[in-house]
Nanobody, 115 residues
Framework: QVQLVESGGGSVQPGGSLRLSCAAS????????MYWVRQAPGKGLEWVSG????????TYADSVKGRFTISTNNAKNTLYLQMNTLRPEDTALYYC????????RGQGTQVTVSS
């Protein structure tokens, strides 16, 4: 049974940082792609970033490029998202997902960026 459990969200001021984690179980972590997606209030799911577990290849949405970093600890089947220089428009429920559309995702962790 696939299980994805996100953590690490919170409330920060603009310019702050957060590190999200996602513990994955029930499937072989490597060599697939894993993703972070988010859903802002009143909006649909938005792809944020992806990483190929085997090669380490990463991709980012233009809106987060240069500010967010995706990474993994394959030994722990854990996915991370380091978020720096956060902006109010980054406020959303963040999910880790097995596909870029977020159809297989966890329960999410809330990130709120506000002064």
């Amino acid at each position: 049974q696939v299980q994805l459990v996100e953590s690490g969200g919170g409330s920060v001021q603009p310019g702050g940082s957060l590190r999200l984690s996602c513990a994955a179980s029930g499937f072989t972590f490597s060599p697939y792609w894993m993703y972070w997606v988010r859903q802002a209030p009143g909006k649909g799911l938005e792809w944020v970033s992806g990483i190929h577990i085997g090669s380490g290849t990463t991709t980012y949405a233009d809106s987060v490029k240069g500010r967010f970093t995706i990474s993994t600890n394959n030994a722990k089947n854990t996915l991370y998202l380091q978020m720096n220089t956060l902006r109010p428009e980054d406020t959303a429920l963040y999910y880790c997902a097995r596909d870029p559309r977020g159809s297989i995702r966890g329960q999410g962790t809330q990130v709120t960026v506000s002064s």
